[in-house]
């Protein structure tokens, strides 16, 4: 059965337009997420994973970071909205953010406002996108912090953001991101601040709500094994661009890029918050990027051609794409 569409990107480029230069943080990125599926976007500090997320959400520091080029389609039913073209404050832009897609950032903090409390931020979103009363938007609160494991919901929804542990205020961050239902929830590494007992919890959370809700999860990390507890299919990022996008068995048992296999051999084997280091060397600064591809300087297999011209994304195998010149032969597919 085809899967019904609901986000494509394509090309997308957003770059920030600073004192010293431009930064390309997202530089011709493009992949799909279907209805209800997890796709997974992963890869070192620095590599555009929240720029990317921040574009399809129009949540760019404007005018400094800015999407240059690309689309982002949108799926609602028959109807497809380019987010791209939207204004970030538009009311069709503000309709989508909150009713279509929600967010979860890796630091509670940043969502909650530590001087509401936690029922109050739960009724607002409510009260905003779904047009309920105080009364029943105040349901709704207790109602979903009950659905994200919160125990004591009608009490805890008249507590302030301090007075829950780390892991209680993320759930709680969850609880404020689904209030509206949405069909896209974009989890930008919303489990790296927390122990792994609280991370466990948290993504096994996720996965039930997403069986239950049937929402579509863009799940963002730099750490491949939670990429294989959640992920359907997996981007794999490196300066910018697309390196490797693949089925998430595909990434992890037949990866072909150089920078996608060091990921894998770097994978801890225990204690998962070490940062990636796939192979020596650091990422490129991105107001110089080396000439070719951008992995040259760090790849043990790197060519003449790597360190000239950059290679295309080819496709290696059924809907799994490399962008590196060791696999030329097979083609170039696109995206
Ligand atoms: N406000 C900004 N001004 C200038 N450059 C920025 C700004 N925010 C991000 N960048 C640059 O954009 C690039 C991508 O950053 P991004 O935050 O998307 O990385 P990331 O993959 O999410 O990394 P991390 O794993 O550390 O969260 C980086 O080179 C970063 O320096
Ligand atoms: S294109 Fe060349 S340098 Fe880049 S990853 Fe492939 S082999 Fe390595
Ligand atoms: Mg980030």
Not at 7 to 21: A, I, R, W
Request: overall charge negative; hydrophobic content about 40%; aromatic content about 6%.
């Amino acid at each position: 059965m085809k899967k019904e569409m609901l986000l494509e990107v394509s090309n997308l480029k957003t770059h920030f337009f600073t004192d010293d230069g431009v930064v390309k943080a997202v530089d011709g990125v493009s992949f799909e997420i279907h209805k209800g599926e997890t796709l997974g976007v992963v890869g070192e500090s620095g590599c555009g994973k929240s720029i990317t997320a921040q574009s399809v959400m129009q949540l760019l520091p404007y005018p400094k970071g800015r999407v240059v080029e690309g689309s982002i389609l949108y799926h609602q039913g028959e109807n497809v909205i380019d987010i791209a073209a939207l204004k970030p404050a538009s009311r069709g832009m503000r309709r989508l953010r909150g009713n279509e897609i929600s967010m979860v950032f890796q630091e509670p903090m940043t969502s909650l406002n530590p001087v509401h409390t936690i029922g109050r931020q739960i009724m607002e979103v409510v009260i905003e996108h779904q047009n309920l009363d105080k009364k029943r938007a105040k349901e709704r609160a207790v109602e979903m912090l009950s659905h994200v494991g919160i125990s004591a919901p009608a009490q805890r929804v008249d507590e302030y953001p301090h007075q829950l542990s780390g892991g209680m205020r993320q759930r709680a961050v969850i609880a404020m991101g689904l209030a509206c239902d949405p069909n896209l929830l974009i989890a930008d590494e919303p489990t790296t601040a927390l122990d792994v007992t609280v991370e466990a919890q948290i993504l096994e959370l996720m996965n039930k709500l997403q069986d239950d809700l049937g929402m579509a999860i863009m799940f963002i990390t730099h750490d491949l094994g939670v990429i294989g507890e959640m992920a359907d299919r997996v981007v794999v990022m490196y300066s910018g661009k697309v390196v490797e996008y693949a089925e998430t068995d595909k990434i992890f048992y037949e990866a072909h890029h150089p920078y996608t296999q060091g990921l894998l051999k770097s994978r801890p084997a225990i204690g998962r918050h070490q940062r990636l280091v796939p192979v020596t060397g650091t990422v490129p600064n991105p107001l110089y990027l080396p000439k070719g591809c951008y992995f040259a300087p760090r790849c043990p297999h790197a060519m003449d051609i790597c360190r000239e011209t950059e290679p295309a994304m080819f496709a290696v195998g059924e809907k799994h794409w490399a962008k590196c010149w060791l696999h030329a032969e097979k083609g170039e597919g696109t995206a």
